[in-house]
């Protein structure tokens, strides 16, 4: 029974669902958003549709939110459901506005989840010569050799925590400067792009082996004590 009831700890696991963690919801871009389902927005953000501006990871038909509204350094946030003392993962991907000559770069974002928080920074990708201008155009579809380093500049970041409650607050905050030093813009507009945000905790599989190998592990040290106990005699 006690065997029993070890599997059924190790095999547990504590899952957190993100809410709408690709942005869908909108078939169009929405600048200065207040209403991405599931989110609350803190400051202003813009929230891209990829119909319109840029693709998602792999050049994926996923929206995501440019941390940077128009204009001004922005934030979101989500309340999940978490289990106090449990280690959980907070996954996204990361990208910039790819308008070039737009300050900040790198693009620089906090990102924290109950009590813990990080520093993340992505700069923009490196386009064919001639293609870079103060105006770069936000469709990367319709531009000439821009998709390619667009897409390739996508990557996957992580954070770890553990939730203290039944609640955890995920957040993400654009670092950028407002106002801008030396920018004809006076605050930002394009800043840190993210998308697929997830909540994760270790694997059922990984659980299941080590149960199955502690129980092994405790077999035989029950027959070794039993062996040992009768050689005692």
């Known amino acids: 029974m006690k065997y029993a009831f070890l599997i059924f700890m190790l095999v547990a696991t504590v899952h957190a669902d993100v809410v709408n963690g690709t942005f869908a919801g909108t078939g169009s871009s929405v600048y200065n958003a207040t209403d991405i389902p ?19 990871p792999d050049a994926s038909a996923v929206n995501s939110v440019d941390l940077d509204g128009s204009p001004g350094p922005g934030a979101i946030t989500q ?21 070039y ?17 990080s520093q993340f920074s992505k700069s923009l990708p490196t386009y064919p010569q001639g293609v870079n201008g103060p105006v770069f155009p ?37 670092d950028s400067p407002s106002p801008l030093p030396g920018s004809v813009f006076t605050y930002p507009y394009n800043g840190a792009v993210i998308t697929d ?37």
């Open 138 to 174: 936000n469709n990367v579809y319709n531009t000439p050799g821009v998709l390619a380093p667009y897409v390739a500049n996508w990557s996957q970041e992580t954070l770890g925590f553990t939730a203290t409650g039944s609640t955890t607050a995920i957040t993400f905050t654009s």
């Open 79 to 99: 309340t999940i459901s978490t289990a106090a003392g449990q280690y959980y993962t907070l996954s996204f991907w990361l990208n910039v506005n790819p308008n």
């Open 197 to 233: 945000v997830s909540v994760s905790v270790p694997e059922p599989g990984f659980f299941v082996v080590f149960g199955a190998f502690a129980l092994v592990l405790t077999g035989f040290m029950a027959v070794f004590n039993r062996r040992n106990g009768d050689q005692q005699v």
């Open 38 to 56: 599931g989110w609350t927005t803190l400051a202003p953000i813009d929230w891209i549709s990829y119909t319109d501006n840029w693709p998602g």
């Open 101 to 117: 000559d737009y300050l900040p770069n790198p693009k620089v974002l906090t990102v924290t989840a109950g009590s813990t928080s």
